[in-house]
Nanobody
Framework: QVPLVESGGGLVQAGGSLRLSCAASGFFFNAMGWYRQVPGKQRELVATISSSGTTNYADSMEGRFTISGNAKNTVYLEMNSLKPEDTAVYYC?????????WGKGTLVTVSS
């Protein structure tokens, strides 16, 4: 099991910002990303980044969220203009040609 360690979640007011971080120790990938899940709903894509720097965002988050990192063993998610509907558990993911490994998740709560 590859350890993906997430950090940076927490409680923030609507309109505020948070930065999530994820690091993998001792492993290297060609893509990493962030997904989120609200209880009772399916996990959904937030954004991914490849080791070549190619990024992909969910339509509803592009412009507010920015993914960065080397995508080999670190990835970050800068979240701005947060809305209550962004409240979810955010998961870091990593892999080669797909996301084979997942972190345990970090909770982001946006209060109105």
């Amino acid at each position: 099991q590859v350890p993906l360690v997430e950090s940076g979640g927490g409680l923030v007011q609507a309109g505020g910002s948070l930065r999530l971080s994820c690091a993998a120790s001792g492993f290297f990938f060609n893509a990493m990303g962030w997904y989120r899940q609200v209880p009772g709903k399916q996990r959904e894509l937030v954004a991914t980044i490849s080791s070549s720097g190619t990024t992909n965002y969910a339509d509803s988050m592009e412009g507010r969220f920015t993914i960065s990192g080397n995508a080999k063993n670190t990835v970050y998610l800068e979240m701005n203009s947060l809305k209550p509907e962004d409240t979810a558990v955010y998961y870091c993911a990593a892999g080669w040609g797909g996301m084979q490994y997942w972190g345990k998740g970090t909770l982001v709560t946006v209060s109105s």
